[in-house]
């Protein structure tokens, strides 16, 4: 594992309380920096907030909620006067499971309004906060995922919504080129997370006996022939925050065990 160092840095995980939301927060917090997690499950948050080590805050936040948002970024400049970093990571496995035309509308707001609006809205806050300072070197890494580079079979609207993640920060990338906000994406494969259990229980049809079939089904897709870990997505995204070369621009950084290297 690589040691990395954000003392005296601020930083905001969305989706923080669970899987690489968290990995992503705890590594933060372990590398020195002061990290606030938002997400809207106070439970999973304290349960998050008790296994980190360092110092973290929880804002219960609705991110799909414009005043909710706000009162977040509010929150965060009243306590700490600035923004460093920012993760958005806040997801859901929405989307799935069904031909395009079995998905009503209802569905389709909800998998957009998580995953792509609420992304949305951070973004606009956490500019206008970075913004602020224009000496401080600041960073926006938002995570789309794997799905989002292609097609997606029984998956359109989670795959629809991620692309637009990676659509969304290329144009902040450029728009920002000349400020000192430098903005980002990563794009994650499997990783071994609840909302990847959750994908693969649903293959199963509810029969736990086969939950090792549909995790082996998943690891031979992958050159690696393994999941990731949620750790070696912290450990690229406090990278991306640190050492990279400041020439990269709107870069989209692909973390999958090479899973879609034979196509891209």
């Given at each position: 594992?690589?040691?990395?160092?954000?003392?005296?840095?601020?930083?905001?995980?969305?989706?923080?309380?669970?899987?690489?939301?968290?990995?992503?927060?705890?590594?933060?917090?372990?590398?020195?920096?002061?990290?606030?997690i938002a997400s809207r499950n106070p439970q999973k948050a304290q349960?998050?907030?008790?296994?980190?080590?360092?110092?973290?805050?929880?804002?219960?936040?609705?991110?799909?909620?414009?005043?909710?948002?706000?009162?977040?970024?509010?929150?965060?400049?009243?306590?700490?006067?600035?923004?460093?970093?920012?993760?958005?990571?806040?997801?859901?496995?929405?989307?799935?499971?069904?031909?395009?035309?079995?998905?009503?509308?209802?569905?389709?707001?909800?998998?957009?309004?998580?995953?792509?609006?609420?992304?949305?809205?951070?973004?606009?806050?956490?500019?206008?906060?970075?913004?602020?300072?224009?000496?401080?070197?600041?960073?926006?890494?938002?995570?789309?995922?794997?799905?989002?580079?292609?097609?997606?079979?029984?998956?359109?609207?989670?795959?629809?919504?991620?692309?637009?993640?990676?659509?969304?920060?290329?144009?902040?990338?450029?728009?920002?080129?000349?400020?000192?906000?430098?903005?980002?994406?990563?794009?994650?494969?499997?990783?071994?997370?609840?909302?990847?259990?959750?994908?693969?229980?649903?293959?199963?049809?509810?029969?736990?006996?086969?939950?090792?079939?549909?995790?082996?089904?998943?690891?031979?897709?992958?050159?690696?022939?393994?999941?990731?870990?949620?750790?070696?997505?912290?450990?690229?995204?406090?990278?991306?925050?640190?050492?990279?070369?400041?020439?990269?621009?709107?870069?989209?950084?692909?973390?999958?065990?090479?899973?879609?290297?034979?196509?891209?």
């Open positions: 594992m690589v040691n990395f160092d954000f003392s005296n840095k601020i930083v905001l995980v969305t989706g923080g309380s669970s899987g690489l939301g968290f990995a992503t927060a705890r590594a933060f917090a372990e590398s020195g920096a002061t990290v606030v349960q998050a907030l008790s296994a980190i080590r360092g110092e973290v805050e929880y804002i219960q936040t609705n991110l799909e909620q414009l005043a909710d948002v706000r009162y977040l970024f509010e929150q965060i400049e009243a306590r700490f006067n600035r923004l460093d970093i920012a993760v958005n990571c806040a997801a859901a496995e929405s989307g799935v499971g069904k031909p395009l035309t079995d998905f009503t509308e209802a569905e389709f707001d909800s998998t957009i309004n998580i995953n792509l609006k609420s992304l949305w809205l951070c973004m606009k806050y956490e500019i206008e906060l970075m913004g602020k300072d224009p000496e401080a070197n600041t960073h926006i890494v938002n995570v789309s995922s794997v799905n989002g580079l292609g097609g997606v079979e029984y998956g359109a609207l989670y795959a629809a919504s991620k692309a637009g993640v990676i659509a969304l920060s290329k144009s902040a990338a450029l728009e920002l080129v000349k400020t000192n906000i430098s903005v980002d994406v990563i794009v994650p494969g499997a990783f071994d997370t609840p909302m990847l259990l959750k994908a693969m229980e649903m293959q199963t049809g509810g029969d736990p006996n086969k939950l090792s079939a549909v995790r082996q089904q998943y690891e031979q897709m992958i050159p690696m022939g393994r999941v990731g870990y949620p750790d070696e997505f912290a450990d690229t995204v406090l990278w991306m925050c640190s050492t990279k070369s400041p020439y990269l621009l709107g870069h989209t950084f692909i973390i999958d065990g090479g899973y879609s290297s034979r196509v891209r």
